[in-house]
């Protein structure tokens, strides 16, 4: 109970509440921009290559060699850790947004909302646009939609990276927010690796995932600190 932060308001028990430091919000806004930006540039680098000959090259040398390492145990974990990025991860949309209404944190709620539904927006509208055919899988069935990008990378990337940005700014300890951070990345990164090895995806689909995840996550934040800093300054004119 010592880890968490005191409650700034009897409305909304938010830590978000509290007026953070200018220059520390115009720092998350600038890196939040820059990061957008880059997302972008390499993911439309990559969509504008998939017709050319070192995707090919790049995307069956790594589903060849990540599938040498198949094995009846490994399958049976990769099938579970897709599914925790799949219909899983649904469950524990639906789960994050009950708790946070119950524990009055309507903003973490709004949120993970708009995250979740702007990433879906996201994950089809660019699948359907590029209408990229799946691999052949290895163990399991061939997934109905299409291929590019790979939406568990995607929404693991925005799920479970936005979860353990919102728990971790609710707590003081250093020590359980470097734990949560890791969780969170070391799962993101076992389910995009687990859609290549059950071989429903190529290694480009996933990377392009997780870029358009780090292009989404990235204008939510910067949206979100400019409308704080305009928040703010009107409350200083209105004082004045």
Same mark, same amino acid.
Request: with cysteine.
């Given at each position: 109970?010592?880890?968490?932060?005191?409650?700034?308001?009897?409305?909304?028990?938010?830590?978000?509440?509290?007026?953070?430091?200018?220059?520390?919000?115009?720092?998350?806004?600038?890196?939040?921009?820059?990061?957008?930006?880059?997302?972008?540039?390499?993911?439309?680098?990559?969509?504008?290559?998939?017709?050319?000959?070192?995707?090919?090259?790049?995307?069956? /040398?790594? %589903?060849?060699? &990540?599938?040498?390492? $198949?094995?009846?145990? =490994?399958?049976?974990?990769? #099938?579970?850790? *897709?599914?925790?990025?799949?219909?899983?991860?649904?469950?524990?949309?639906?789960?994050?947004?009950?708790?946070?209404?119950?524990?009055?944190?309507?903003?973490?709620?709004?949120?993970?909302?708009?995250?979740?539904?702007?990433?879906?927006?996201?994950?089809?509208?660019?699948?359907?646009?590029?209408?990229?055919?799946?691999?052949?899988?290895?163990?399991?069935?061939?997934?109905?939609?299409?291929?590019?990008?790979?939406?568990?990378?995607?929404?693991?990337?925005?799920?479970?990276?936005?979860?353990?940005?919102?728990?971790?700014?609710?707590?003081? /300890?250093? %020590?359980?927010? &470097?734990?949560?951070? $890791?969780?969170?990345? =070391?799962?993101?990164?076992? #389910?995009?690796? *687990?859609?290549?090895?059950?071989?429903?995806?190529?290694?480009?689909?996933?990377?392009?995932?997780?870029?358009?995840?780090?292009?989404?996550?990235?204008?939510?934040?910067?949206?979100?600190?400019?409308?704080?800093?305009?928040?703010?300054?009107?409350?200083?004119?209105?004082?004045?």
């Amino acid at each position: 109970m010592n880890d968490l932060k005191p409650v700034t308001s009897n409305r909304l028990p938010e830590l978000e509440t509290v007026p953070k430091p200018i220059a520390l919000m115009e720092t998350v806004t600038l890196v939040s921009l820059v990061t957008g930006i880059a997302s972008l540039v390499l993911f439309a680098w990559i969509a504008g290559s998939l017709s050319r000959a070192w995707v090919r090259n790049f995307d069956f /040398s790594i %589903r060849n060699n &990540v599938h040498e390492y $198949a094995t009846p145990t =490994l399958t049976k974990w990769m #099938i579970w850790i *897709s599914f925790v990025g799949g219909d899983g991860l649904v469950a524990a949309a639906i789960l994050s947004v009950t708790l946070f209404l119950a524990f009055r944190w309507r903003r973490a709620a709004v949120w993970m909302l708009v995250n979740i539904s702007g990433t879906l927006i996201l994950d089809l509208t660019l699948k359907y646009s590029f209408a990229r055919l799946r691999p052949t899988p290895f163990f399991v069935p061939v997934p109905r939609t299409p291929s590019f990008p790979s939406g568990h990378s995607l929404f693991s990337f925005c799920f479970y990276g936005v979860l353990a940005g919102l728990l971790a700014d609710r707590i003081d /300890s250093r %020590r359980w927010q &470097v734990l949560i951070w $890791a969780i969170a990345a =070391l799962l993101v990164g076992a #389910i995009g690796l *687990s859609r290549i090895y059950l071989g429903v995806h190529y290694p480009s689909d996933v990377v392009a995932g997780y870029l358009t995840g780090t292009l989404w996550v990235s204008t939510m934040v910067a949206l979100d600190r400019m409308r704080k800093r305009r928040r703010e300054r009107s409350m200083d004119a209105s004082l004045t």
